[in-house]
């Protein structure tokens, strides 16, 4: 079993529409949570921290429950420039230290 | 200011070859990070420096691989022998302080063994 496990997608969705993407992480001992996102070609960028409490930025949201391992993205009312991969990404500390991404979900936003 | 800046950005190597790819990290961050990321894949961690030492070294796949951070700035990461299988992108990212913070990547370095 991967450490990060995504649904790698393509989800392909009208513009406007609300997509949500979901990430489970097997390790216990994870401390950080996040999502970047990824162009084509490009390198990962940090779309938002993910927290217990949930945390909301504009169109995203995301959400974390710890007892579940399970780490969410919501985004609404998606734009054509919503277009990428979105990498879910955990901070694990066993010992020494260790950023693990998941594989990635594509998400295509057509007109 | 300047970003993570990584060179070269393309590297084309045989097999068997030795390569180096150095990672200019953000000015002031003692955090740095090198991945491996292959068509499809998310990156896969290779190495973490805190300032000039390895905090963790345990991605790097076999004892081909080495990295080095000598004055906790510009880090460089070796192969040797390269194998076709080594063919990838290879991401380097900093951050400001420490492994819990925001890490902010290079544009990479494209690695092709023939």
């Known amino acids: 079993r991967k450490e990060v496990e995504q649904d790698p997608g393509p989800f392909n969705v009208p513009e406007g529409a609300t997509v949500a993407f979901n990430c489970t992480y097997s390790?216990?001992?994870?401390?950080?949570f996040f999502w970047y996102r990824q162009d084509c070609r490009k390198e990962p960028k940090l779309l938002m921290s993910?927290?217990?409490s949930g945390n909301e930025d504009g169109r995203f949201t995301a959400q974390l429950n710890r007892a579940s391992q399970y780490i969410s993205l919501l985004i609404r009312d998606s734009k054509l420039s919503d277009s990428a991969t979105y990498l879910c990404?955990?901070?694990?500390?066993?010992?020494?230290?260790?950023?693990?991404f998941g594989a990635g979900t594509r998400l295509f936003v057509k007109a | 200011g300047a970003g993570v800046s990584q060179t070269p950005s393309n590297k084309v190597t045989e097999k068997g070859k030795y390569v180096e790819l150095r990672c200019d990290p953000i000015?002031?961050?003692?955090?740095l990070y090198w991945y491996r990321q292959s068509l499809g894949q998310g990156p896969e961690f290779l190495i973490y420096f805190q300032g000039t030492g390895a905090a963790d070294d345990s991605g790097l796949p076999n004892d081909r691989f080495f990295a080095v951070r000598p004055e906790g700035s510009v880090s460089t990461l070796k192969i040797q022998r390269t194998e076709r299988g080594d063919s990838a992108v290879y991401l380097c990212a900093s951050s400001l302080a420490g492994a819990r913070e925001t890490q902010y990547f290079g544009p990479g370095t494209r690695l092709l063994v023939l």
């Open positions: 990404v955990v901070n694990a500390h066993t010992g020494g230290f260790k950023t693990i």
């Open positions: 993910v927290y217990s």
């Open positions: 390790n216990s001992a994870s401390q950080s």
């Open positions: 000015s002031g961050h003692t955090a």
